[in-house]
DNA sequence: TGACTTATGGTCGCCTTCAACCATACTACG
DNA sequence: CGTAGTATGGTTGAAGGCGACCATAAGTCA
């Protein structure tokens, strides 16, 4: 009777390496192949794995949050094309302050590896940098919301008041002439706390943000030094931000599945996700 | 040339998703078989996927910490069931604070599911309570330890001066008759804050822990209320915690590889991973 | 002791997946 | 215009995984 015993083992060795082919598990347990598969049925149906053709996946453990899982393919490429901008200005030694939000999220997702102290309210954001070594990491703490997996409230915002850094990248729910807005009200909170800790503020939004206002008001577009977007931004707007005195800079949102009509991008360079014009 | 959009397209699916098999890719991205099955020969060479028999399992996120990764097998088996013993004694509607270490990270996954607040400064434990709509999460902020993933410094204490807990879980890299020690200064005084915020103390270590010390003196045996361990602990040391005024639990490390020499477990049982003996 | 339950290992068709090959369409280049 | 390179889709024989069935062993219960 080891049985428990071995689908612990299994479940642990699973756990551990993410995936495992039967044959793996076979020579990992020492047990027949038909014993396994029992194995991994008892534990599907218990929840814990998750079968494949071929080996199991493990389900236990890395919740998802929500606001990752739904990709609107319109707008990850931009998304990804002004990570992409966004990381490019920011330098290796510099102390980086990142917000919460799906672009910024891609914006950390670049600057791993970098040489960068990074400070951030956002869960999934930090997970990206806790296991780097080269990237000092700071978390703000406080309630984390459910939803969008960052820390809000009093005691995030009164941390922020004590920091000082170089950048901060901030997202934003709409912009509109006044500003920006977002959808969380102690989130705006903590918001105006990373403007007043930043040194220079990058704000990252796609197109759609542009016009929409959101539940509350976060900050005026003066306390904003750059402002990347992609080239479904109209005219009018381009204008309006040059006018606020705000750095724009506009990517194609080139290399994923939108629009991306006629025009012949003749792509030779293999890294470089995105052509981008500076006004 | 629409290749490196559906490539892009290709790997956001599977980030998102953890694994995807042909089939799913071969719907979602609306080419044939053999296109993804060349898409993703590209892909594992570049190193973003991983293939595996019928889908391809993403590589290139999610960071694991060390510390996790190592198991060690005769002790996991005593981890498991220390922090169910442990878990049992944790109620729905308490607010829970749960310290780093792999033993607490145990407990974690044990209460995911219930209605509990926890407060942590763990990035690991905090990862399974973000998306629980159930479970209220507090996180500590502060600085990052890049190899356990836990949050330390002045911060942390300082939040946790203000806050109340029912029970705190503790765990401890040495325990001798004077009390218990970690292997980190700065995680030493985030330990000693969370004793003075905490209603009960539960201490779970396993019994290669006792008669150690390690860096820095945590707290004395006087603070705490219940320490959990295994069954290799010795009778002196079960008299010596006994006579500091500690209760102690005791559990078998059954349901792992350790051991388990000649004794019959005589298991009939189901769900309880473990037989315990209380003082 | 005998019937029953459970755990395990082995085998046998059936189905899926794989890798390789071939045909087609499109572009680039001379 | 022809040739070469690239991207794609379809097919096919081979390999491997899957589920079901059966046999064996050990333990449980009456």
């Known amino acids: 009777m080891q049985t428990r015993q071995r689908r612990s083992r299994l479940i642990d060795f699973v756990r551990v390496r993410g995936f495992a ?18 194995d991994l049925d008892a534990l599907e149906e218990q929840g814990t794995a998750k079968r494949t053709h071929g080996g199991v996946l493990y389900a236990g453990g890395h919740a998802r949050l929500p606001e990752f899982d739904e990709r609107q393919p319109a707008h990850w490429g931009a998304k990804r094309a002004i990570a992409a901008a966004a990381a490019e200005r920011i330098h290796d030694g510099e102390t980086v302050l990142l917000d919460g939000g799906t672009t910024t999220y891609e914006v950390a997702r670049l600057l791993v590896g970098r040489s960068i102290q990074v400070v951030t309210n956002s869960l999934p954001v930090a997970n990206l940098f806790a296991s780097e ?14 939803r969008t997996g960052v820390c809000l409230g009093p005691y995030a915002n009164e941390l922020l008041g004590r920091l000082h850094v170089t950048t ?31 040194g220079q503020v990058f704000v990252v939004a796609d197109s759609s943000k542009f016009g929409r206002k959101s539940l509350t008001f976060v900050s005026g577009l003066d306390s904003i030094d750059l402002l990347v977007s992609d080239t479904g931004l109209s005219e009018e707007w381009r204008q309006q931000i040059a006018a606020a005195g705000v750095d724009l800079v506009v990517v194609e949102p080139a290399p994923n599945e ?22």
């Open 21 to 38: 082919s039967l044959d793996d598990l076979v020579r990992e347990l020492g047990v027949s192949e038909s014993t396994i598969r029992r």
């Open 133 to 146: 070594s080269r990237a000092d990491l700071v978390l703000l703490g406080g309630y984390v919301s459910p």
């Open 168 to 198: 901060t990248v901030l997202s934003a729910a709409g912009i509109t002439a006044e500003g920006l807005y977002n959808a969380h009200l102690l989130l705006a909170e903590t918001e105006q706390a990373m403007l007043r800790a930043a």
């Open 258 to 279: 939108p629009l991306d009509g006629d025009h012949h991008p003749h792509r030779d360079d293999r890294s470089k996700p995105s052509r981008e014009h500076h006004t």
